[in-house]
């Protein structure tokens, strides 16, 4: 069977993807971390959500400039969208570039991202890039589902706890940006660029 290295947060999309490509792929989740949040550790989270969902989980290393720049961009732009999509797809870079992740060779890559998402969201031209530059498939699972059936799907196959994203640890590169934010420019900047919104963090599955 092909094997598949997913991108994962511990949240309820990128569980569900990996739940959607499980009957076709092996599949690996990547916790991809910047190693700089001072709360709870990123990878830990994932790693605990994943083998909860019946996943094995791999920490893949991003690079901690890119985060940097992430931020600054954020801060500029007083919002997060673009600064999301340039680490979601350094994440993706990362992954692909590798020979194996948790000690597998892998024949795609995949992510949780949705219909409806604006950020991040992969068009057509760097997904092929990505493929044709790494020689894997890049497999998004989610596309053509909006948030009422991604939110059904959650309800009737998982474990999910929600809240504030300020709060709720999860395994999502969120949590390392805010708290690099908040070093650098204050918590009152992560305030004002991230507005309010709810995050999930899976448990498990439902039996």
Known sequence: ?????ALFSAGKDSTLAALVLEPFYVVTL?????GLDGGP?????????????????????LDASVAREAVDRMVADGYP?????????HALETVAGREEVGGRAFDAVADGTRRDDRAPAIERP?????????????LRPLAGYG?????????????????????LPTGDY?????????????????????????????RGRRE
């Open 1 to 5: 069977m092909p094997t598949v290295a």
């Open 30 to 34: 990547c916790s991809c971390t910047f």
């Open 41 to 61: 550790s990123v990878a830990g989270t994932a790693h605990e959500a994943g083998e909860r969902a019946g996943f094995p989980v791999a920490t893949v290393e």
């Open 81 to 89: 969208r673009e600064g999301i999509q340039l680490v979601h797809e």
């Open 126 to 138: 760097f997904a092929q890039s990505l493929e044709d530059r790494h020689g894997v498939d890049y």
């Open 147 to 167: 948030r009422g059936a991604i939110d059904e799907l959650a309800r009737r196959l998982l474990e999910v706890e929600t809240g504030p994203s300020e709060r």
């Open 174 to 202: 969120e949590t390392e940006l805010r708290a690099l934010m908040a070093d650098e420019y204050g918590e009152g900047t992560v305030s004002d660029v991230f507005p309010e919104h709810v995050q999930s963090r899976v």
